[in-house]
């Protein structure tokens, strides 16, 4: 009987990594499991008769082009993994919770699992259109930490929603497994746990891997920079004393690519190209592929006489670093060793954190790749290739969102870009317009909203606590209104100040708040004659008390 194949498709990396590992805690030791971002889904890559599990049924239209006409497409449905949700579970009954998810229908869809189960607490889900509600006690997002402000306190993350039991059930049946109903709820929740707290699980930890399909004629650059990075990597390909080559570059800026390209641009183009990534892996699993043991060969043996590529090579521990130099100078070696970095090494060279002479024996031929931000001539070809790519050429936008687009800082470079062109390329619509861009970039445009939960909810409590809210407030409106007359005020000009607004205290009371304000950064106190006024802080404190007691 032919062995049965289960593949998984979603857009993004991180996603589909967890859901895989899960699929593989449950039916893996039957089934030979494969998993593909739609970005890397070409004609062939899906097998004749494979069981494809869709992450969502937005991406159907696209995968159904390029896989056999004979597969049978499950679409997932996504819950909660509850052995997540302790945490939300020994809260008093009665909060506030913001959910905030990747886009409203899974915030909606979140909530509605919420109040299912976790249902003592009051979810409100997160619209960007819509203000949020004043009193929020905590935020939750499912494994969406990132699209957060940095810095709130009161986040809860209950990790990525996982394939729910249904959708195991219908790959068993499909898969014409002997499968009892406890047996599946069994394995079902032994993954719950298993993945519990495990969103750190990461694309990176993947195996090694041995495609160089890139060439430099792939890699777009219109841009100057981008020209010179590809012109330099073109000679360090075909000098023979550049054995060893460096690339450097913020996230998913095309460092792999550029890696293949110049693997395939070399000498070594009809030999094996072996990459691995050192980032999440821990020392023994790092160590065991880098030198090897007495049953396991290691890249250098894996890759005969081609290419070794070591992505994020910043990551691996300082020990290690130093056997490798060590490795490189006993060894004659005939290979190409390729390293990249998303770090500046020279940096951690400097801080004791990276080892010297092995920075120093790639540095010698080192080449950075420009971040996507810095080389907008790229953008719209890069659009274009994409929409190639995915088979979308129909698609467009309208001017806003490429003018958006323009000044997005895109931290995660081409790689988000790919992501959120595939996204857009899911939606029915056209020209796409602002509205539709996908909530992480217009949850950055929101940063304000979510400060203002933390800064004044734990402000109003930290002043309440001292027992003179009403106070502090006439204290900062009377510096407010100063500030906007260039007016600061000495101690005894703010008590007069006070008084005409029928607030009288002491001088020692007086000071003990101001005391207490200034620790709260909502005012600037100078010494001598300059006197104090309110912080940019207090500012913003005031305008929001003031809003939201106006809308009340
Ligand atoms: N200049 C480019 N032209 C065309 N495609 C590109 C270009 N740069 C990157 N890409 C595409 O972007 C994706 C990310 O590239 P790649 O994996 O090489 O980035 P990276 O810098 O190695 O990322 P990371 O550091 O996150 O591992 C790939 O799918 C690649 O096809």
């Given at each position: 009987m032919a062995v049965k194949k289960v593949t998984i498709i979603a857009i993004q990396e991180k996603y589909l990594d967890t859901i895989t590992k899960q699929v593989k805690e449950i039916i893996g030791d039957n089934v030979i499991i494969q998993s593909v971002t739609v970005k890397d889904?070409?004609?062939?890559?899906v097998s004749d008769g494979a069981i494809v599990v869709i992450s969502?049924?937005?991406i159907k239209g696209l995968v159904t082009q390029l896989i056999p006409r004979d597969c049978p497409i499950i679409i997932a449905k996504r819950d909660i993994n509850?052995?997540?949700?302790k945490e939300l579970v020994s809260l008093p009954p009665g909060q506030e919770i913001l959910v905030v998810n990747d886009n409203v229908s899974n915030a909606n869809e979140t909530v509605e699992s919420l109040r299912e189960t976790v249902f003592e607490h009051n979810y409100h889900a997160y619209i960007p259109e819509d203000s949020i509600p004043e009193t929020i006690d905590y935020i939750v997002t499912p494994g969406e930490r990132h699209l957060l402000p940095q810095g709130l306190s009161n986040v809860i993350d209950i990790g990525s929603r996982l394939l729910d039991i249904s959708t195991f059930e219908e790959i068993i049946n499909l898969l014409e497994m002997d499968y009892s109903k406890s047996q599946i709820i069994r394995r079902y929740f032994k993954a719950c746990v298993s993945l519990?707290?495990?969103?750190?699980?990461?694309?990176?930890?993947?195996?090694i891997r041995h495609i160089a399909?890139?060439?430099?004629?792939d890699i777009i650059s219109e841009s100057q920079s981008m020209k010179e990075a590809v012109e330099l990597a073109k000679q360090y390909s075909l000098?023979?004393?550049?054995r060893y080559i460096h690339i450097g570059g913020e996230?998913?800026?095309g460092k792999n690519m550029f890696a293949q390209a110049i693997h395939n641009f070399s000498?070594?183009?009809?030999q094996p190209f072996v990459s691995v990534n050192c980032?999440?892996?821990d020392s023994d699993e790092i160590e065991l592929i880098l030198f090897g043991a007495a049953n396991q060969d290691d890249v250098f043996q894996l890759a005969g006489n081609g290419t070794v590529c070591i992505e994020?090579?910043?990551?691996?521990?300082l020990d290690i670093q130093g056997r490798l130099f060590q490795l490189f100078n006993a060894k004659d070696f005939s290979q190409i060793v390729i390293t990249t970095s998303t770090q500046n090494c020279q940096e951690l060279v400097e801080k004791d954190l990276f080892n010297r002479d092995l920075f120093n024996l790639f540095n010698k031929n080192a080449l950075n790749v420009p971040a996507l931000s810095e080389r907008m001539e790229d953008l719209l070809p890069l659009i274009n290739n994409i929409k190639q790519r995915i088979k979308r050429n129909d698609i467009t936008f309208t001017s806003k969102v490429i003018e958006f687009f323009k000044d997005y800082?895109?931290?995660?470079n081409v790689k988000e870009l790919y992501n959120v062109i595939t996204y857009l390329s899911l939606?029915?619509?056209?020209?796409?317009?602002?509205?539709?861009?996908?909530f992480h970039l217009r949850a950055r445009a929101d940063e304000q909203k979510f400060k203002n939960i933390e800064v004044n909810k734990s402000i109003i409590s930290k002043i309440e606590k001292r027992g003179f809210l009403d106070e502090s407030i006439k204290i900062l409106s009377a510096f407010y209104e100063g500030k906007k007359e260039y007016i600061s005020y000495g101690r005894n000009a703010l008590k007069k100040q006070l008084e005409e607004k029928g607030l009288t205290l002491t001088e020692q009371q007086l000071r003990m708040r101001l005391e207490v304000l200034q620790e709260l950064g909502l005012t600037i106190v100078r010494q001598g004659r300059a006197g104090s006024t309110i912080s940019r802080k207090g500012e913003a404190f005031i305008e929001d008390y003031f809003t939201s007691i106006i809308n009340k």
């Open positions: 889904l070409q004609c062939h890559t969502n049924s937005q509850y052995t997540n949700s519990s707290g495990n969103d750190n699980y990461d694309s990176h930890a993947k195996d399909q890139y060439h430099f004629k000098a023979h004393d550049a996230q998913g800026t000498r070594k183009s009809d980032a999440s892996k994020e090579v910043e990551e691996l521990p800082s895109w931290a995660g939606l029915e619509e056209d020209p796409i317009g602002m509205e539709f861009l996908p």
